[in-house]
């Protein structure tokens, strides 16, 4: 388990180079074994249905910037509930034995071949 609280060292010598689902959610996943919230005795218990849960709160928090009005008015606020809501759809993915990116490219197949009138 890396020691380093930069997310970049786990990246090795090529933190400029795009990043894959993958990495990302290798990332994600030393973090929360960091933290320890994958130990059996962990008060934050990371089930599907809690992840779940957690990514729906963090959807909320995205959508409360558009309450009031269509502009945003804090950018880096945004950015950090979208990685919110991206960090835990990672996690949740990963608990469900998901590979995300197969399931979006399947998704996209699908949609392209469906209509909405």
Do not use: C
């Not at 996943?29 to 963090?58: C, M």
């Amino acid at each position: 388990m890396p020691t380093d609280t930069n997310p970049a060292a786990l990246f090795g010598d090529k933190p400029d180079s795009p990043l894959t689902i993958a990495d990302l959610t290798r990332a994600m996943n030393e973090f929360v074994t960091a933290k320890g919230w994958y130990a059996a005795d962990s008060p934050h218990q990371q089930s599907p249905r809690n992840i779940a849960a957690s990514l729906v709160i963090e959807a909320a928090e995205v959508l409360e910037h558009f309450q009031w009005g269509e502009d945003v008015n804090d950018r880096g606020a945004l950015a950090g509930e979208l990685a919110d809501v991206m960090l835990y759809l990672l996690q949740l993915a990963s608990v469900s034995g998901i590979d995300l990116q197969e399931a979006v490219l399947a998704k996209l197949t699908l949609n392209y071949g469906r209509s909405w009138d």
